[in-house]
């Protein structure tokens, strides 16, 4: 009997991967990847039979179903499996069903964290999601319910909302909906994490505008207290630029 081990590839990047993730992927015998994983992660299991699940790529139209079932079926033949998911496993990534299916069929799992989709996001555009007495929690939402529809809330100083990118018009006026001000910063960042990333900046009441440039492209929605870009606490005074200039004892 084989065993799974859930690894979260980071959002992008290869490189974005934890180390402790790249050397468990490197032993693998098979891995189940998802659509969003960078293909240069294949360069560290070059040898691993490397199946792409990807809810575009896999017979078009892979169900979580037959996803679980090939998981099940992979590890039951003596495989170290590995399942690649894009950012964190733990985050949006259904990783409760598949922990479930393992569990039902006596396979042993363990998860590798990865770097959620968020964090990639505050990082490429320095915009922490706590701030010290204004920012003190924040929220992970999926815009997107079951049956479709749309959701947005304001239940944190800093709200992330994934999987809105195609609806960006209409979660604007959710959160408005939803007790926010038409002034509340957000700023919308597509890619994060990988070379090509996009970010851009908005007042709630014109979030629609972000639609065009983010289109298409998988993008998170950084609404509230960790939208704004961070100011020079003072402007720097003469004597702190002088100490930062190289001193010359000539
Ligand atoms: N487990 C993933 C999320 C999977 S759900 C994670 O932890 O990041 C897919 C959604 O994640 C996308 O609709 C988008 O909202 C977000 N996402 C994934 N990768 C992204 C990236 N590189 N930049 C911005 N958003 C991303």
């Not at 017979?59 to 079932?69: E, P, V």
């Not at 922490?128 to 003190?136: A, E, M, V």
């Not at 195609?166 to 959710?174: D, M, P």
């Not at 009441?205 to 207290?225: E, F, K």
């Amino acid at each position: 009997m084989g065993r799974v081990a859930f690894i979260g590839a980071g959002p992008g990047a290869a490189d974005l991967i934890t180390l402790r993730g790249a050397r468990l992927l490197a032993q693998a015998d098979v891995v189940l990847v998802d659509a969003l994983v960078d293909p240069a992660l294949r360069e560290l299991a070059p040898g691993a039979r490397w199946i792409d699940v990807g809810k575009r790529g896999f017979r078009r139209s892979a169900t979580q179903d037959m996803i679980n079932a090939l998981l099940v079926r992979q590890a039951q033949t003596g495989n170290l499996v590995v399942r690649l998911k894009g950012g964190d496993p733990s985050v949006f990534g259904r990783l409760d069903e598949e922990l479930a299916a393992l569990a039902q069929a006596g396979i042993a799992a363990e998860v590798v964290p990865g770097i959620t989709a968020a964090l990639a996001a505050a990082a490429d555009t320095r915009r922490p999601l706590t701030r010290r007495g204004r920012g003190r929690s924040v929220s992970l939402t999926t815009a997107m319910t079951r049956d479709g529809t749309l959701h947005a809330s304001h239940s944190a100083d800093t709200e992330v909302f994934y999987m809105a990118g195609r609806q960006l018009g209409a979660l604007g006026r959710r959160l408005a909906a939803a007790g926010w001000s038409g002034e509340t910063p957000v700023s919308v960042v597509s890619r994060a994490g990988c070379a090509d990333r996009l970010h851009s900046e908005h007042r709630l009441a014109d979030l629609a505008q972000a639609a065009m440039l983010h289109n298409g492209r998988p993008t998170v929605v950084v609404v509230g207290a960790g939208a704004t870009g961070v100011m020079p606490a003072h402007p720097a005074t003469t004597t702190e630029t002088a100490i930062l200039q190289p001193t010359d004892h000539h």
